[in-house]
């Protein structure tokens, strides 16, 4: 009788065990995205992001301040910090051809200079899109893309993927 229950619980506990082993095969092998660094671009557009992402989400950091010297952003002048952070949308995450992809609703802090030179502080709702590919310094790249509610959009860095300075990507696709 004891041996029968022993046999029970160590199959109880071998089962439990494969069980936990296929669900982190099936987590790992599911595309993802995660990584962070500071990001190269043009004079005034470095910026610092953070950000993971899968099919079941994910969330998305990207800081412009301290680093940025300044630069043309809807009514401000000048932008001294901006702050974009948000949720990546369940099943928006696409990789194809080493490049990840992945969006969301986002808010955006920003303070800056009107033209006057008056500070001005907004805080915006966004839609955003967050392009990456792997690697490290200087082999990594990322863009993210701004949609405001009246339909215009902005690039960061500019118009193409810039490199991280520093930092990593890891995409599994």
Do not use: K
Not at 2 to 31: E, K
Not at 66 to 87: K, N, T
């Amino acid at each position: 009788m004891r041996q029968s229950g022993r046999r029970a619980v160590l199959s109880i506990g071998v089962t439990i065990i494969v069980l936990f082993a296929a669900q982190s095969t099936a987590i790992a092998s599911s595309p993802s995205v995660s990584g962070g660094g500071v990001v190269d671009g043009a004079l005034g557009t470095t910026s610092q992001l953070g950000f993971n992402a899968s099919s079941a989400g994910g969330q998305f950091l990207c800081v412009m301040a301290g680093r940025s010297g300044g630069f043309q952003f809807g009514p401000w002048d000048s932008i001294q910090q901006m702050r974009v952070e948000g949720p990546v949308e369940p099943a928006s995450l696409s990789v194809s051809g080493g490049v990840a992809s992945f969006s969301g609703t986002a808010t955006v802090h920003v303070v800056g200079r009107t033209v006057t030179g008056d500070v001005m502080t907004a805080t915006v709702t966004v839609s955003y899109t967050s392009r990456q590919t792997a690697g490290g310094a200087g082999v990594a790249t990322h863009r993210l893309e701004v949609t405001f509610q009246d339909g215009s959009h902005v690039s960061f860095p500019g118009l193409g993927m810039e490199p991280l300075r520093s930092g990593h990507i890891t995409i599994n696709p």
